[in-house]
């Protein structure tokens, strides 16, 4: 069931100030919950979707947080949303609202996006911040311009410089290369293992949903053959494989070699931007050299059967093979860009004191979880630096 909320006004100073401040006018637009099966429905059809904004991956990566989908519509369209997640702070001294990757544009191409990308930040700003009075923590995505607009507006608007990844690069794929053109874009070591894993007698499979199970074992085998500790959000794997919504139900993408499987890629492909969620591989995946041959064709398959124009490899967690691997297959034509620093705003210096504080307090334990890690298990510790190559086009 739907609810309007508010028809928003920019109380936190006038729109001619904020104006001033961001240089742009934002569009004045209302605001609407809606329940989270509706919301997924709705944002299928965004250009900027991504997994972490779909109800069903966030409520169950953080069951116990609050999940506020909100639509934002201008002349009664809608026009973008942004899923907020409440939690609460500790001892009752507060909450925090919190969207990652969002807000999201609808159409990102029209005439008037900053305006509408402006209009809900506001919208936030004064449902969040001023309203409620909790802190407003707001991450942009990886731009794929040199400079993050996005978050530099945030900042202009009176945003705080937040919490920084310790290694906060994407790696992008151009997906509007035609095959020719994109292997001439790949770094010649990467092209070069290409040609070689062309040759042994690999076979690439689009797999259905139903042999997920496959993918799990794959998967499970790797991690106990590494000895890793897995932070990633894999647990919500069941949840988006099993979404009403196709468009938001990744991929699933085999390997093999004389019939044994020994690769496999789950892929998020909906809106403009496409997204490695999980990959897994066995013992004889890396003589093969198998994930070339698998990214090669995954990166194909989307050109040819999606509206993404993007391909979003992820990051590499310090590990110096994959910056290099990643950053082969980017090649010239595609980029590589920072995730920027989480942005927060509070209407409340108290709001803002204990909002950061809880942050810093996550963070800390964040890394330290890291260091006990690296302790148990020293393959764990990153080999990239944090500064210089990885950076690198």
Not at 194 to 221: Q, R, S
Request: contains cysteine.
């Amino acid at each position: 069931m739907s609810v309007i909320v508010d028809r928003v006004a920019h109380s936190a100073g006038s729109s001619t100030s904020v104006a001033r401040a961001t240089g742009v006018a934002a569009a004045k637009l209302e605001t609407l919950i809606v329940g989270g099966s509706e919301w997924d429905r709705t944002i299928a059809e965004f250009d900027e979707v991504c997994q972490e904004q779909m109800h069903a991956f966030a409520s169950t990566r953080w069951p116990s947080v609050m999940q506020e989908p909100m639509l934002f519509l201008h002349n009664g369209e809608v026009v973008g949303g942004a899923l907020v997640m409440v939690q609460k702070l500790p001892l009752g001294l507060g909450e925090i609202a919190v969207a990652k990757w969002a807000p999201m544009l609808k159409d990102a191409s029209r005439p008037d996006a900053v305006a509408i990308q402006a209009g809900m930040v506001e919208a936030m700003v004064a449902t969040y911040a001023e309203n409620r009075g909790h802190m407003l923590s707001v991450l942009p995505r990886a731009s794929l311009t040199e400079t993050n607009h996005d978050y530099d507006r945030l900042i202009a608007r009176g945003f705080k410089r937040g919490s920084v990844l310790g290694f906060p690069n994407r790696y992008i794929v151009n997906l509007s290369l035609s095959d020719e053109e994109q292997r001439k874009s790949f770094q010649q070591t990467w092209r070069r293992q290409l040609n070689k894993a062309e040759k042994a007698g690999l076979t690439f499979e689009h797999a259905t949903p139903e042999t997920v199970g496959d993918f799990e074992a794959l998967y499970n085998a790797m991690t106990d053959r590494k000895q890793f500790t897995d932070h990633s959000a894999y647990e919500t794997l069941p949840a988006l494989m099993s979404i009403e919504v196709p468009a938001l139900r990744p991929e699933l993408f085999y390997v093999r070699h004389e019939g044994e499987l020994v690769g496999g890629a789950l892929i998020f492909k909906a809106g403009d931007r496409a997204v490695y969620l999980y990959g897994a591989t066995n013992d004889k995946a890396l003589p093969l050299r198998a994930g070339y041959f698998m990214h090669w064709h995954i990166i194909r398959w989307l050109r040819d059967n999606t509206t993404a124009t993007w391909y979003d490899l992820g990051g590499t967690d310090g590990f110096q093979g994959l910056h290099q691997f990643k950053k082969g297959m980017v090649g010239t034509a595609g980029v590589i860009r920072p995730v920027p620093p989480v942005a927060n705003y509070a209407h409340r210096p108290l709001a803002y004191a204990f909002g950061a504080g809880a942050f810093w307090v996550r963070d800390t334990l964040y890394a330290l979880r890291r260091k006990i890690d690296g302790w148990r298990n020293p393959k764990t510790l990153p080999t990239q630096k944090r500064d210089g190559d990885e950076s690198e086009q």
